[in-house]
């Protein structure tokens, strides 16, 4: 008995054959990753790398080592974040899984073969078939097309995630300097506190100082202390802020620094954070304010045309308006199928043939697909134009916070802090022609801390803002 399939229908073999001349869909080397550190690259200076294998991590071990040997600038905290975040290379691996379903779209369904023996009454009769889908074969072209646009839009996602966390880094660093060097200057202020109560306990011991002045002294003392303590407490939690973007771990989480902010002491405001290949050390202050803020003309229209969300955004649109063509083509078919047939009785010539099964839309013609297809494509109509709407509001905001903040910061670095100095000498010089009290010379040094404290904070302020502007604008580079 024969089985050997009688010839494919002349259709089916012409469909066929011009899938198989274009060619299925193929795993590119490097995953879609290349686009991604392209973008990223052009936008803030800086590229991650996917870890597959030991080699990489080896070199990311060695890159670490080397990093952490100096004071960590802005810089090296965002390449260290881009490569050792686990967070983040959790996001590039879903660029695979993308790149999975773009294959899988181009490839042929599998066909499926039927065997049927039947027996009785001194007959034995076999029938073979081997069908297709034909919808699926019809539509794959458009649906890879549709893949290949996920895919992309998933390239673009897995790039602004990269630029996020970037930003997140660089927002996180700046806030760990200046934590840092406030902690230094609430140690400096608490100590001038106490040796000031000491002081006025034993004047007051002596009679030369009335119980109103000690107290005050006293609470001086006391609002300082608690001011240490709060200061410790924020360096050491924007420390391991930062210490989580960086991806670093391990016990000792102020092994280099010791800031703990106590009440009774404190060491100097560099602070390190445990790691495979040490601790990283932060530089003692912030960057100095630049010569003059940049200015930017058009930054409403260069978020909206820069940033990734909203490429996204538009990707999205274009995918789910495919979708939609292909849902109302396909409305009225769910289920054709075109099998080539073959059979064999005993005693009986053989028949060829082949089979189409079409499920006929008695009760369902699709009208509630194409329906809920133009809703999904109007939700992302309405979702793109708001992710536009927000880009261009987040770049004014960012922009304005930028100038205001770099105005605060230069005046409290070109009037109030020489003000205060000039006070400061002054005061000295006072006390030392015996014009001046102790207790005035403590409160002016006070007063002068408390100024340069602001001025940290102005200075922070100024680097955040700077931060957020690039990060509304689609990245440093990209609003130049």
């Given at each position: 008995m024969s089985t050997i399939l009688s010839p494919m229908p002349q259709g089916l073999a012409v469909a066929l054959s011009a899938m198989l001349l274009s060619g299925c869909a193929s795993f590119s080397g490097d995953g879609g990753f290349s686009a991604v550190a392209q973008a990223t690259q052009a936008r803030i200076g800086q590229q991650g790398k996917v870890l597959r294998n030991d080699a990489d991590h080896q070199a990311l071990a060695e890159l670490l080592q080397q990093k952490l040997k100096q004071p960590l600038t802005a810089d090296d905290a965002v390449q260290i974040a881009l490569l050792n975040n686990r967070g983040l290379q959790a996001t590039y691996w879903s660029l695979g899984i993308a790149e999975a379903d773009l294959v899988q779209a181009g490839r042929l369904q599998n066909p499926a073969f039927g065997y049927k023996h039947t027996q009785g009454g001194g007959e034995t009769a076999i029938e073979r078939t081997l069908g297709f889908n034909l919808v699926s074969l019809i539509t794959a072209p458009l649906a890879s097309r549709i893949e290949g646009r996920r895919f992309e839009q998933a390239r673009l996602a897995v790039a602004d995630e990269a630029l996020k966390v970037a930003a997140d880094t660089r927002r996180s660093y700046f806030e760990a300097v200046a934590a840092a060097h406030a902690l230094e200057y609430a140690q400096q202020v608490r100590d001038a506190a106490e040796a000031g109560a000491e002081l006025g306990q034993r004047m007051q011991k002596a009679?030369?100082?009335?119980?109103?002045?000690?107290?005050?002294?006293?609470?001086?003392?006391?609002?300082?202390?608690?001011?240490?303590?709060?200061?410790?407490?924020?360096?050491?939690?924007?420390?391991?802020?930062?210490?989580?973007?960086?991806?670093?771990?391990?016990?000792?989480?102020?092994?280099?620094?010791?800031?703990?902010?106590?009440?009774?002491?404190?060491a100097s405001g560099s602070a390190g954070v445990s790691a495979i290949g040490g601790t990283f050390v932060l530089p003692p202050h912030l960057p100095e304010l630049p010569a003059a803020p940049r200015d930017l003309a058009d930054a409403e229209q260069a978020a909206v045309r820069n940033r990734l969300d909203v490429q996204a955004a538009k990707l999205e649109t274009e995918h789910t308006a495919s979708?939609?063509?292909?849902?109302?083509?396909?409305?009225?078919?769910?289920?054709?199928?075109l099998a080539a047939v073959r059979e064999s009785a005993s005693g009986q010539p053989r028949e060829r043939g082949y089979e189409i099964t079409l499920e006929i839309p008695l009760f369902d013609w699709g009208s509630?697909?194409?329906?809920?297809?133009?809703?999904?494509?109007?939700?992302?109509?309405?979702?793109?134009?708001?992710t536009a709407a927000n880009a261009q509001s987040e770049a004014r905001e960012s922009y304005q916070d930028y100038r205001a903040s770099y105005e605060l910061a230069k005046h409290y670095r070109d009037s109030v802090i020489p003000l205060r100095r000039q006070l400061a000498q002054e005061t000295l010089l006072r006390y030392n022609g015996m014009l001046a009290s102790t207790f005035e010379l403590l409160a002016d040094s006070r007063e002068q801390a408390t100024a340069v404290r602001a001025y940290i904070d102005a200075l922070k302020e100024f680097w955040i803002a700077e931060t957020n502007l690039d990060a509304a604008m689609g990245g440093k580079g990209a609003n130049k």
């Open positions: 009679g030369n100082w009335s119980k109103l002045d000690a107290a005050r002294e006293q609470t001086f003392h006391s609002e300082a202390l608690a001011e240490a303590v709060r200061a410790g407490k924020q360096a050491n939690t924007s420390r391991e802020k930062l210490a989580r973007l960086l991806g670093l771990t391990g016990p000792g989480a102020g092994a280099s620094g010791g800031t703990s902010g106590s009440a009774s002491g404190g979708a939609l063509g292909l849902t109302r083509g396909t409305r009225f078919i769910n289920v054709l199928e509630a697909r194409v329906a809920r297809a133009e809703a999904v494509y109007m939700q992302s109509v309405n979702r793109l134009a708001e």
